[in-house]
């Protein structure tokens, strides 16, 4: 068995004899969330009474000039807090929490003021009042279970420092004065035994449900907003779709210089040696000109080559249905087109669906060695689905520097997926979702 770890490498899963409910109480995860759990109380006080107490002060001095940059320093020391938990929990529970956007201004006042408007810091502050009193009651819970349960697992282990220390029989049960219940002979100890075995097996469960709410927490008041996590991925994908722009002008470019255009220069350079031989070898005159009109058509057919990469005329025209079907003739295997659309989405999005299925069949006419392949499209609710496969060896990744990585990176940038099924020996399944905008 292969997992993958945190960085993305892949190692053997480590095999385990005990099933999970028996060897949880002495787990390293374990642990460190219960570590977690009794760290959070103390940094908890100083939070609560950071937040509370420097904004109640700058409250009353909001009638003069300090009010306002003190409780923004409130603000900025919150948020500070915030930094650190975000790192405790990164250490402790295994959670990466990403930092929400700093403040950026250039002068004072106007940090001031972004600090004050900005709802990550109010958001900060409400965790620092909030997680008070969820840290109490999570450090009361966690401690007393742990502490209950293997302390009764170990009961006979320290039995014997009652009669030989207090005088006493054993842990006593019940008593009122007169008649005292004592947990001392052999029956009585095992069943303490057995009571805190079921409590130790289920104290490290409690623990992790106590450290899933401190997770809920963190990423819903110290991480990005959905609002910055969006702007994010769109900047990102902004660069994705520049890149790719600049990488086809760029083949358009390289395509127009070493193929049409270097035709077209050496076809200028025969009609003129033609010219020259007119009046004085008609003959070699009359080859050279019919050998440049052999190259005004290869000329042609890569300029139209060209403009099919570009934005094909038949797409504009027709639509998706006989673009593909245009493109599956082109394939050096059989291909069987299905299309099955109650309309036409939007030219951007027809053209990178376009672009997609002329992309996996020349995967398909290169790499695959299939003898047949098919195309099926259609759409599913709000999104336009393609589903390109074939009979060929497999193996094909969407891992980074292949070709399908880049198709996915396109995608991407307009909230598509890739989805890649290729196992060794085949057959190969390429499925792309594209959001549907009629």
């Not at 940094?43 to 420097?54: G, K, N, R």
């Not at 220390?165 to 009585?188: I, M, V």
């Amino acid at each position: 068995m292969i997992m993958e770890t945190e960085y993305g490498q892949r190692r053997p899963a480590r095999q385990h004899f005990l099933p999970p409910a028996l060897r949880a109480p002495l787990e390293a995860r374990t642990f460190r969330e219960f570590g977690y759990l009794l760290l959070s109380l103390p940094i908890s006080i100083v939070m609560f009474t950071w937040a509370v107490v420097m904004v109640s002060l700058s409250a009353g001095l909001l009638i003069t000039f300090l009010g306002i940059p003190l409780l923004a320093a409130a603000l900025v020391g919150c948020r500070g807090f915030g930094a650190m938990e975000r790192s405790r929990a990164r250490a402790l529970l295994g959670v990466d929490v990403p930092a929400p956007q700093p403040v950026r201004a250039k002068s004072g006042m106007a940090w001031v003021g972004a600090v004050l408007k900005s709802g990550v810091s109010w958001r900060h502050l409400l965790y620092s009042v909030l997680h008070f009193p969820w840290a109490v009651f999570s450090f009361v819970v966690s401690l007393s279970l742990w502490v209950y349960g293997w302390g009764l697992l170990s009961y006979p282990l320290w039995q014997w420092v009652f009669p030989m220390y207090t005088g006493q029989d054993g842990l006593q049960l019940y008593g009122d004065g007169t008649h005292n219940f004592y947990l001392d002979s052999p029956f009585e100890i095992t069943v303490t035994v057995l009571v805190g075995l079921v409590v130790t097996l289920v104290v490290p469960w409690i623990i992790r449900g106590l450290a899933y709410v401190d997770r809920g927490l963190l990423f819903g008041l110290l991480g990005p907003s959905r609002l910055e996590e969006r702007v994010v991925e769109l900047e990102s994908d902004r660069g994705v779709v520049v890149d790719a722009s600049a990488a086809d002008l760029r083949r358009i470019e390289r395509d127009l210089h070493d193929g049409a255009q270097a035709r077209l220069v050496a076809l200028a350079m025969d009609l003129g040696l033609a010219k020259e031989k007119l009046t004085e070898d008609p003959q070699a005159a009359a080859r050279m000109v019919d050998s440049a009109h052999g190259e005004v058509k290869v000329a042609l057919q890569e300029l139209r080559d060209l403009a099919r990469g570009i934005h094909p005329a038949v797409l504009t025209d027709r639509g998706l249905d006989a673009a593909l079907s245009a493109v599956a003739s082109r394939c050096t295997v059989p291909v069987q087109v299905e299309v099955d659309l109650p309309g036409r989405p939007v030219p951007a999005i027809e053209g990178i669906a376009y672009f997609t299925v002329s992309e996996l069949l020349q995967n398909v006419s290169k790499h695959s060695g299939a003898s047949r392949a098919g195309v099926d499209v259609w759409r599913a609710q709000d999104r336009l689905m393609l589903q390109v496969t074939d009979n060929g060896r497999g193996g094909a990744t969407a891992d980074g520097g292949s070709g399908l990585a880049g198709l996915a990176e396109r995608l991407d940038a307009v909230d598509g997926i890739l989805v890649v099924d290729s196992p060794r020996g085949g057959p190969t399944t390429v499925t792309a979702e594209l959001p549907w905008r009629a």
